[in-house]
Nanobody, 124 residues
Framework: QVQLVESGGGLVEAGGSLRLSCAAS????????LGWFRQAPGKEREFVAG????????YYANSAKGRFTISRDNAKNTVYLQMNALKPEDTAVYYC?????????????????WGQGTQVTVSS
């Protein structure tokens, strides 16, 4: 079992930055691929960024490439999402997720554990 708790969301002006954190409990954190997803009102939950277990290789949605950076610290059981050059269309609830099988995909159904989400609002 992995429990995930996000933090770091808030209100920011367009062009600004935020750093989201997701603290995990459970012994299997370091063995999981990790991802960030987001869901805007009235929209489907969509993939933002992911990071694999051992290689630490990262992968991003097109909307996040060049602006967002995902990283993980296995010693602290934490995954981060650094978001720069934020746009109003980035406004959403952001969720971290863990893929126990380290599949390293962008498909929400491949992720086994989810946090409760943190709100990010970008004003224009």
């Amino acid at each position: 079992q992995v429990q995930l708790v996000e933090s770091g969301g808030g209100l920011v002006e367009a062009g600004g930055s935020l750093r989201l954190s997701c603290a995990a409990s459970g012994r299997t954190f370091s063995s999981c691929a990790l991802g960030w997803f987001r869901q805007a009102p009235g929209k489907e939950r969509e993939f933002v960024a992911g990071i694999r277990r051992s290689s630490g290789s990262t992968y991003y949605a097109n909307s996040a490439k060049g602006r967002f950076t995902i990283s993980r610290d296995n010693a602290k059981n934490t995954v981060y999402l650094q978001m720069n050059a934020l746009k109003p269309e980035d406004t959403a609830v952001y969720y971290c997720a863990a893929d126990f099988w380290n599949r390293g995909t962008s498909q929400r159904y491949d992720y086994d554990y989810w946090g409760q989400g943190t709100q990010v609002t970008v004003s224009s």
